[in-house]
């Protein structure tokens, strides 16, 4: 026998059942389903809108008999007009009069500075009222009262029950004086009593249920006596405190009196308990009711059970069709990992495996070829990055200009391209460029323009000439009809004369030294590739030392954020002027940051290329070789002042330079050829970045390091040996001095920063 647990038990293995038998036990097993919940829902229904029904009932018998208790308590105590004299103009025996229909248990006359003048209250007699225990709060409520000249103090339920309380009320005199009334338990229930009798005397609660008032000792006050005889009244046997076990105040509860069930709410009110019954039988006997609920519960029924079938016909077959097309459209859209799952039925299963079986056999021969494109691809991408200058800085050993430069492709490989490269020691060709059209094809005519305008570029100084040629060539078999925006410029590093074309592309910007980036605003020439022997022409400005220039094809300022608005000129002109400028690189850097934050992860859908340049100014180097001998120094010295003077220093450095080079080229002389023979090699170097000299003195003799020579003692000048002092003032007139020995030779490097210019 076969192991139960490696039998496969899921609904993939299990025989799929017709769609005909699966709807009718379905619809079988609902209907049953149905009619069983219509039936408790019933049930339920009645019990619900019986409690509710009463409970409205009775919550209603409960507020006006509450609202009509306070009315006669308050009434009670509104004592606004019973003085209409002043006091002090009535005699005791009228007061004691018109009080006696109240029955105070006492009262007190208090005048307007709070002491009582008249009371029949022997003890309060000239008491401070607003001291006094029993009436300040009274009176300091009478004085703050705004709207009303009287006040009735609350007696909180709590102390109605505990019995140990006093009632307090009183009212303000047009002189400022008050006059308070107070009332103890018995005072105030005997008052009343005798008002409340008949609240309850012509209130009934459906045919048999009663409204009850029930005063602190558990007697009922109303209805009266003669009313409960006349009603034949039931309920003469309530328990106040069997009421306070079984619910709270304001909730329906059940409650039997004398064999008899009612539904019963009651509620604390002024010292009495308000009451409110009505039998069980009477109110299950709403027939009415109970027939109207089930008419619309049958109703229901039927409605379900017609919506349910139309359900079940949906689900097991409109939807099921619905979810294939659906998933379908995916598939046809492209989205191949769709798998079609509708297999709840043997038709819906065949037809679910055959589509399954087709896509994954698409799938795996689109998947082959994507890899095989995909690694092309790559490789083009990988050719065009390794085509694109990508090494910062390209120039490490040139002071006089700084150059960086990006691309970013909308696709993996673009149609964007820069580049820049010397022509001679002295011309700097630059450029940036954009092929009409994205990806492969771009690239390929990005790979062919670039070439042949580097080819023409660095055998011709003229630009406009490059241009023409490579125009003409690329317009031949240019079926695609693809063509290129560029802007190219030579420099010339030793002038700063800045010569270009603008092959309509977009304006660069060039920020003056000290100044900000503004865009260069003259007409741009044609495209290239557009038409043959198209004429194109050179502009010509000039770079002075700190100059920079931005270069950037349309892809930045059409940059889009997620609300497809533009980056823009302006835009790309403020990030520029915000950005740190000193050097080409943090130019790019904070352009490109900007973009980012402005994008915020937008899909770009062009290149994005730019390059920027920052001319230092001149750039100059040459070295001299002489022999090492006295007579061969006037050569070093002439060359030193040569490239002095070229470079615009001033006569005090010229003069402390000439100083440095004739105790070095002694020194050598002395020391490092001390028989004679040999040479030296002076080197001079000027980065205008910087504005330093390095000089550099090369010999191949006896291994001597002058930076080890003692310091001499210029305080005593008159005993210190002779020597010395050359090594000294070269030390004090360099910024740097660096010896080194290697490969047989003594190389000393003086670095010195310019004091001042020619005439200066």
Same mark, same amino acid.
């Given at each position: 026998?076969?192991?139960?647990?490696?039998?496969?038990?899921?609904?993939?293995?299990?025989?799929?059942?017709?769609?005909?038998?699966?709807?009718?036990?379905?619809?079988?097993?609902?209907?049953?389903?149905?009619?069983?919940?219509?039936?408790?829902?019933?049930?339920?229904?009645?019990?619900?809108?019986?409690?509710?029904?009463?409970?409205?009932?009775?919550?209603?018998?409960?507020?006006?008999? $509450?609202?009509?208790?306070?009315?006669?308590?308050?009434?009670?105590?509104?004592?606004?007009?019973?003085?209409?004299?002043?006091?002090?103009?009535?005699? %005791?025996?009228? !007061?004691?009069?018109?009080?006696?229909?109240?029955?105070?248990?006492?009262?007190?006359?208090?005048?307007?500075?709070?002491?009582?003048?008249?009371?029949?209250?022997?003890?309060?007699?000239?008491?401070?009222?607003?001291?006094?225990?029993?009436?300040?709060?009274?009176?300091?409520?009478?004085?703050?009262?705004?709207?009303?000249?009287?006040?009735?103090?609350?007696?909180?339920?709590?102390?109605?029950?505990?019995?140990?309380?006093?009632?307090?009320?009183?009212?303000?005199?047009?002189?400022?004086?008050?006059?308070?009334?107070?009332?103890?338990?018995?005072?105030?229930?005997? $008052?009343?009593?005798?008002?409340?009798?008949? *609240?309850?005397?012509?209130?009934?609660?459906?045919?048999?249920?009663?409204?009850?008032?029930?005063?602190?000792? +558990?007697?009922?006050?109303?209805?009266?006596?003669?009313?409960?005889?006349?009603?034949? =009244?039931?309920?003469?046997?309530?328990?106040?405190?069997?009421?306070?076990?079984?619910?709270?105040?304001?909730?329906?509860?059940?409650?039997?009196?004398?064999?008899?069930?009612?539904?019963?709410?009651?509620?604390?009110?002024?010292?009495?308990?308000?009451?409110?019954?009505?039998?069980?039988?009477?109110?299950? /006997?709403?027939? #009415?009711?109970?027939?109207?609920? $089930?008419?619309?519960?049958?109703?229901?029924?039927?409605?379900?059970?017609?919506?349910?079938?139309?359900?079940?016909?949906?689900?097991?077959?409109?939807?099921?069709?619905?979810?294939?097309?659906?998933?379908?459209?995916?598939?046809?859209?492209?989205?191949?990992?769709?798998?079609?799952?509708?297999?709840?039925?043997?038709?819906?299963?065949?037809?679910?495996?055959?589509?399954?079986?087709?896509?994954?056999?698409?799938?795996?021969?689109?998947?082959?070829?994507?890899?095989?494109?995909?690694?092309?691809?790559?490789?083009?991408? %990988?050719?065009?990055?390794?085509?694109?200058?990508?090494?910062?800085?390209?120039?490490?050993?040139?002071?006089?200009?700084?150059? @960086?430069?990006?691309?970013?492709?909308?696709?993996?490989?673009?149609?964007?391209?820069?580049?820049?490269?010397?022509?001679?020691?002295?011309?700097?060709? @630059?450029?940036?460029? %954009?092929?009409?059209?994205?990806?492969?094809?771009?690239?390929?005519?990005?790979?062919?323009?670039?070439?042949?305008?580097?080819? !023409?570029?660095?055998?011709?100084?003229?630009?406009?000439?490059?241009?023409?040629?490579?125009?003409?060539?690329?317009?031949?078999?240019?079926?695609?009809?693809?063509?290129?925006?560029?802007?190219?410029?030579?420099?010339?590093?030793?002038?700063?004369?800045?010569?270009?074309?603008?092959?309509?592309?977009?304006?660069?910007?060039?920020?003056?030294? /000290?100044?900000?980036?503004?865009?260069?605003?003259?007409?741009?020439?044609?495209?290239?590739?557009?038409?043959?022997?198209?004429?194109?022409?050179?502009?010509? *400005?000039?770079?002075?030392? +700190?100059?920079?220039?931005?270069?950037?094809?349309?892809?930045?300022?059409?940059?889009?954020?997620?609300?497809? $608005?533009?980056? /823009?000129?302006?835009?790309?002109?403020?990030?520029?002027?915000?950005?740190?400028?000193?050097?080409?690189?943090?130019?790019?850097?904070?352009?490109?940051?900007?973009?980012?934050?402005?994008?915020?992860?937008?899909?770009?859908?062009? %290149?994005?290329?730019?390059?920027?340049?920052?001319?230092?100014?001149?750039?100059? =180097?040459?070295?001299?070789?002489?022999?090492?001998?006295?007579?061969?120094?006037?050569?070093?010295?002439?060359?030193?002042?040569?490239?002095?003077?070229?470079?615009?220093?001033?006569?005090?450095?010229?003069? #402390?330079? /000439?100083?440095?080079?004739?105790?070095?080229?002694?020194?050598?002389?002395?020391?490092?050829?001390?028989? +004679?023979?040999?040479?030296?090699?002076?080197? @001079?170097?000027?980065?205008?970045?910087?504005?330093?000299?390095?000089?550099?003195?090369?010999?191949?003799?006896?291994? @001597?390091?002058?930076?080890?020579?003692?310091?001499?003692?210029?305080?005593?000048?008159?005993?210190?040996?002779?020597?010395?002092?050359?090594? =000294?003032?070269?030390?004090?007139?360099?910024?740097?001095? #660096?010896?080194?020995?290697?490969?047989?030779?003594?190389?000393?490097?003086?670095?010195?920063?310019?004091?001042?210019?020619?005439?200066?």
């Amino acid at each position: 026998m076969k192991d139960k647990k490696h039998q496969p038990d899921n609904k993939a293995s299990r025989p799929a059942k017709k769609l005909s038998t699966v709807f009718r036990r379905k619809l079988l097993k609902v209907s049953a389903v149905i009619l069983l919940a219509s039936i408790l829902l019933i049930v339920i229904a009645v019990l619900l809108v019986v409690h509710i029904s009463t409970s409205t009932l009775l919550d209603t018998q409960i507020f006006e008999l $509450t609202n009509e208790m306070h009315y006669y308590s308050e009434t009670m105590f509104d004592n606004g007009n019973i003085i209409s004299e002043p006091v002090d103009k009535m005699s %005791d025996k009228e !007061l004691a009069d018109i009080l006696a229909i109240y029955g105070p248990s006492n009262w007190y006359y208090v005048d307007k500075n709070g002491v009582v003048v008249r009371t029949d209250n022997k003890s309060k007699l000239g008491v401070n009222a607003f001291e006094d225990p029993d009436l300040c709060v009274c009176c300091k409520e009478l004085i703050a009262a705004s709207d009303d000249n009287s006040y009735v103090e609350t007696v909180s339920p709590e102390a109605f029950k505990s019995g140990n309380w006093k009632k307090r009320s009183g009212f303000s005199m047009n002189d400022g004086s008050f006059f308070v009334l107070e009332f103890s338990p018995e005072q105030y229930y005997d $008052t009343l009593n005798s008002m409340i009798t008949g *609240i309850c005397n012509y209130n009934s609660v459906g045919s048999d249920g009663w409204d009850i008032v029930i005063d602190q000792n +558990g007697d009922i006050i109303s209805p009266s006596k003669d009313i409960r005889d006349g009603w034949n =009244f039931k309920a003469s046997n309530i328990n106040v405190k069997e009421l306070n076990k079984l619910a709270k105040e304001k909730a329906l509860f059940s409650y039997t009196v004398e064999g008899t069930a009612y539904y019963t709410e009651y509620a604390q009110a002024d010292g009495y308990y308000v009451i409110t019954l009505i039998p069980e039988a009477e109110v299950m /006997g709403n027939i #009415q009711l109970i027939l109207l609920i $089930t008419a619309v519960l049958v109703m229901l029924l039927l409605t379900v059970i017609f919506l349910r079938i139309n359900v079940l016909m949906n689900r097991l077959v409109v939807k099921n069709i619905n979810t294939i097309n659906s998933e379908l459209s995916e598939i046809t859209d492209g989205n191949l990992n769709t798998e079609i799952d509708v297999k709840n039925n043997l038709e819906f299963k065949q037809l679910s495996d055959g589509i399954n079986t087709t896509v994954s056999a698409l799938k795996g021969y689109i998947e082959r070829e994507s890899e095989r494109f995909e690694r092309e691809l790559e490789l083009a991408r %990988d050719i065009q990055t390794s085509a694109l200058p990508n090494v910062f800085p390209p120039f490490p050993d040139r002071h006089d200009i700084d150059i @960086f430069a990006s691309m970013k492709p909308a696709k993996q490989v673009g149609g964007d391209f820069y580049d820049f490269f010397f022509t001679d020691d002295a011309h700097l060709v @630059f450029l940036t460029a %954009d092929v009409s059209d994205k990806g492969i094809p771009a690239a390929m005519f990005m790979m062919k323009a670039k070439t042949i305008i580097k080819n !023409l570029a660095q055998s011709n100084r003229e630009l406009e000439a490059v241009i023409s040629k490579a125009n003409n060539i690329l317009c031949e078999d240019n079926s695609a009809d693809m063509f290129v925006t560029l802007w190219i410029a030579m420099l010339n590093t030793e002038t700063g004369e800045l010569t270009y074309v603008n092959a309509g592309h977009c304006k660069p910007l060039l920020k003056s030294s /000290g100044g900000r980036f503004e865009y260069l605003t003259d007409s741009p020439d044609f495209i290239v590739a557009g038409e043959e022997d198209i004429p194109y022409h050179n502009k010509t *400005i000039t770079l002075n030392k +700190g100059d920079a220039l931005f270069l950037y094809t349309d892809g930045v300022t059409e940059a889009v954020n997620t609300e497809d $608005t533009f980056f /823009g000129e302006d835009r790309l002109k403020a990030a520029l002027n915000r950005a740190d400028c000193s050097t080409a690189g943090s130019i790019c850097s904070g352009v490109n940051a900007e973009l980012s934050a402005f994008a915020e992860n937008a899909h770009q859908s062009d %290149d994005i290329t730019m390059l920027a340049v920052i001319y230092h100014g001149r750039r100059v =180097f040459d070295e001299i070789t002489v022999d090492a001998k006295r007579d061969q120094l006037d050569k070093v010295y002439r060359f030193v002042d040569r490239q002095l003077a070229a470079c615009e220093f001033g006569q005090n450095d010229m003069a #402390q330079f /000439g100083i440095i080079t004739d105790e070095i080229c002694a020194n050598i002389i002395r020391y490092a050829y001390p028989d +004679g023979g040999g040479s030296l090699t002076a080197g @001079f170097a000027f980065d205008p970045a910087s504005d330093e000299v390095t000089l550099t003195f090369t010999d191949n003799g006896i291994p @001597f390091n002058p930076l080890n020579a003692p310091e001499p003692d210029i305080k005593n000048v008159e005993d210190r040996k002779e020597g010395g002092m050359g090594i =000294f003032l070269v030390r004090k007139f360099s910024d740097k001095l #660096q010896y080194e020995y290697s490969g047989g030779k003594n190389i000393l490097t003086i670095t010195k920063k310019r004091l001042s210019k020619t005439g200066k």
